[in-house]
């Protein structure tokens, strides 16, 4: 290990956390009845279609919880642009979240990543379902 | 729930924020930024990279007179998502009490 290895050896461990965290938590998702095919719809349903996608979400996480910068891009857009998501959802993903992080993560990391997830989750649902208008009918009951 | 540039913010512009910002929502004024509230996910990861502390909760006392302003001219000023050179006295304005008045409603660059 050279000293810049050593140096970012924290940073290298919580690498490879996340993307543990993210390989469980999506593998979860994606036989998840409810989120399964609005993923599969967005995302695919091979590897190859998973694989950059699994990148991108590590490269999220990273910059969300290790402040490394790596992402840039606009997760609100990529959310509006499902036709079939619901708002009901996000308590799913957050459910589906914070299982597996406490599978994976040392409790009080599990803790950081479930509180973050939730005030990005509540961000979002309000973007898309409140804030938007002419989204109102998208919360209407049927 | 959102972010806010506040006050700290003016003449200093360290924009140390803007590289950490994963969604780019930082807009850039003369002499300071602010926030899109509407782009802003709410992750956090702006508010500790701050030398100035200007960037607090929206529900934090301090947001209160700056909630508007950030709102206002995150649709008038440029978009900003690479850190630039901050100002050469910046160090200089930093916890400096009382700058709102030196707040400059023209765009930065």
């Not at chain 2, 003369?30 to 899109?36: D, G, K, R, Y």
């Amino acid at each position: 290990m050279t000293l810049e290895q050593a140096a970012r050896a924290p940073d290298l461990v919580a690498e490879n956390g996340i993307r543990r965290l993210l390989e469980l938590f999506y593998d979860r998702v994606r036989r998840d009845a409810q989120l399964g095919p609005v993923f599969a719809r967005a995302v695919g349903t091979t590897d190859a279609e998973w694989t950059p996608h699994l990148a991108r979400l590590t490269d999220f996480w990273s910059s969300v919880m290790l402040r490394s910068g790596r992402y840039h891009g606009d997760p609100f857009s990529a959310h509006l642009r499902l036709p079939d998501l619901e708002a009901s959802m996000f308590d799913r993903w957050l459910a589906l979240f914070g299982e597996s992080c406490a599978d994976v993560l040392e409790p009080d990391v599990a803790d950081a990543f479930r509180e973050r997830a939730g005030r990005i989750a509540s961000s979002l649902r309000m973007g898309l379902f409140e804030r938007l208008p002419g989204n109102a009918a998208r919360t209407a009951p049927p | 729930m959102t972010y806010v540039v506040t006050e700290n913010c003016i003449k200093c512009k360290f924009m140390d924020c803007v590289e950490v910002c994963p969604v780019d929502c930082f807009y850039v004024g003369e002499n300071m930024l602010v926030i899109h509230p509407d782009e802003c996910i709410d992750c956090g990861v702006c508010e500790p990279e701050c030398p100035a502390e200007a960037i607090v909760p929206d529900s934090d006392d301090h947001a209160a007179a700056w909630i508007e302003r950030n709102r206002s001219f995150a649709t008038q000023w440029p978009n900003i998502t690479r850190k630039g050179e901050p100002p050469a006295d910046a160090d200089d304005w930093k916890d400096k009490p009382d700058k709102a008045a030196l707040f400059s409603p023209e765009p930065g660059g």
